[in-house]
């Protein structure tokens, strides 16, 4: 079993949708999440971190955590072409170490 | 403010060479940590440094290995190159042990390795 997953996509969802993305995570000792978007060629841009269980917002973008099920998720609201790139949800333990899922695509089609 | 920043931008190596990767991290940052991507993938964690010390090390072996310099800047040296260490190369700069927060990673734009 892998120590994140996410399902590798491609998400498609028409411009102005909601896009859901989910990651699971194997250490119950993880104690804060991160959510990274990647474009095709550039390097992650950090959009998210949550780390106590509920919803954490910020404009569009909404984190979802879940910690006994070992759950996030990242809602994307009037999603937008601009969106379409690679989601990287990524965990930390007790140490500074990030562990990244494969990542999520996503295509927003106009 | 400046941001992380990576050199070189390319870097094209033959199997069995050497390579020095260098990071700067960003502003007030004193912890650097090292990510190699492969296409497809997620970042792997190499290594992390702080203090001028290897604070944590994942599953790579010895032929990589790191520094820190005085005012926070770090190397990653690869030995005996590989063609499976062809990679994206990821630098990340946060605030270290006993800071406020939650260590947020930033990265740095990267350097493409390739072996041939």
């Known amino acids: 079993q892998k120590e994140v997953e996410q399902n590798s996509g491609p998400l498609s969802v028409p411009e102005g949708a909601i896009a859901s993305l989910n990651c699971t995570y194997s250490d119950r000792g993880s104690q804060s999440f991160f959510w990274y978007r990647q474009y095709s060629g550039k390097s992650p841009e950090l959009i998210m971190f949550i780390y106590s269980n509920g919803d954490k917002e910020d404009g569009r973008f909404t984190a979802q955590l879940n910690k006994a099920s070992q759950y996030v998720s990242l809602l994307i609201r009037d999603s937008q072409p601009s969106d379409s790139a690679t989601y990287l949800c990524?965990?930390?333990?007790?140490?500074?170490?990030?562990?990244f899922g494969t990542g999520t695509r996503l295509q927003v089609f106009p | 403010d400046a941001g992380v920043t990576q050199s070189p931008t390319h870097l094209i190596k033959t199997r069995g060479q050497q390579v020095t990767l260098r990071c700067s991290p960003k502003s007030g940052h004193d912890t650097v940590s090292w990510y190699q991507q492969a296409l497809g993938q997620g970042p792997q964690f190499i290594f992390q440094?702080?203090?001028?010390?290897?604070?944590q090390r994942g599953n790579f072996p010895d032929r990589f290995s790191g520094h820190q310099f005085p005012n926070y800047s770090s190397e990653l040296n690869v030995n005996a190159l590989l063609l499976g260490d062809s990679a994206l190369y990821l630098c990340?700069?946060?605030?270290?042990?006993?800071?406020?927060?939650?260590?947020?990673?930033?990265f740095g734009p990267g350097t493409r390795l390739t072996v041939l």
């Open positions: 990524a965990v930390r333990g007790g140490t500074d170490k990030l562990i």
């Open positions: 440094y702080y203090e001028e010390e290897e604070r």
């Open positions: 990340a700069s946060s605030l270290g042990q006993g800071s406020m927060g939650y260590n947020e990673q930033f």
